[in-house]
T-cell receptor, first 113, second 112 residues
Framework: NAGVTQTPKFQVLKTGQSMTLQCAQDMNHEYMSWYRQDPGMGLRLIHYSVGAGITDQGEVPNGYNVSRSTTEDFPLRLLSAAPSQTSVYFC????????????FGPGTRLTVT | QQPVQSPQAVILREGEDAVINCSSSKALYSVHWYRQKHGEAPVFLMILLKGGEQKGHEKISASFNEKKQQSSLYLTASQLSYSGTYFCGTGGATDSWGKLQFGAGTQVVVTP
């Protein structure tokens, strides 16, 4: 199993550009989520999904869109990049509900200039 | 409503013990603990659930006081490999799975 994979590892965008961060897992996990990590602030939840076709907002959803058409994939779309979205983005998956650990991907480091 | 972790940082010598605390202002169902090394993804350490169930797979222990909405992570006889940033993530009693909220982290440095 590859676990949770994310692409790209690094990305530089100009303000106003759009892009999609890819996340895939091969563990047949129902639950997937996106976090951003900024220095001194821990991990903040952007969006999450409890299954194919079902998504919901987390703490900091503005400026991001998600969709979940398959169990395996959970892409994160930046609609119009802003410097405030410079961060490290982690995707995570979990087999079931509240009582189960999350498996994190390696992260994408995004810089918006 | 982000959980509060303390201390922010701790420096240990190999073999010493340390305690990291995580406190929430809301009723909790679960507390998760993760460790992150520089430039890497967070790695699961432990889950503590309301009612006393625990799941973990390292030589690190933790406690969960449901009444006080607090959890503590105990680093016993620390090893160099324990260095990293430790995060607690809390799941509210009325929240769905996706609503984990993480603290700002505790940086642990273990020296020889």
């Amino acid at each position: 199993n590859a676990g949770v994979t994310q692409t790209p590892k690094f990305q530089v965008l100009k303000t106003g550009q759009s892009m999609t961060l890819q996340c895939a897992q091969d563990m047949n996990h129902e639950y997937m989520s996106w976090y951003r990590q900024d220095p001194g602030m821990g991990l903040r939840l952007i969006h999450y999904s409890v299954g194919a076709g079902i998504t919901d907002q987390g703490e900091v959803p503005n400026g991001y869109n998600v969709s979940r058409s398959t169990t395996e994939d959970f892409p994160l779309r930046l609609l119009s990049a802003a410097p405030s979205q410079t961060s490290v983005y982690f995707c995570a998956s979990s087999p079931q509900g509240k009582g189960y650990e999350q498996y994190f991907g390696p992260g994408t480091r995004l810089t918006v200039t | 409503q982000q959980p509060v972790q303390s201390p922010q940082a701790v420096i240990l010598r190999e073999g010493e013990d340390a305690v990291i605390n995580c406190s929430s202002s809301k009723a909790l169902y679960s507390v998760h603990w993760y460790r992150q090394k520089h430039g890497e993804a967070p790695v699961f350490l432990m889950i503590l659930l309301k009612g006393g169930e625990q799941k973990g797979h390292e030589k690190i222990s933790a406690s969960f006081n449901e009444k006080k909405q607090q959890s503590s992570l105990y680093l016993t006889a620390s090893q160099l490999s324990y260095s990293g940033t430790y995060f607690c993530g809390t799941g509210g009693a009325t929240d769905s799975w996706g609503k984990l909220q993480f603290g700002a982290g505790t940086q642990v440095v273990v020296t020889p």
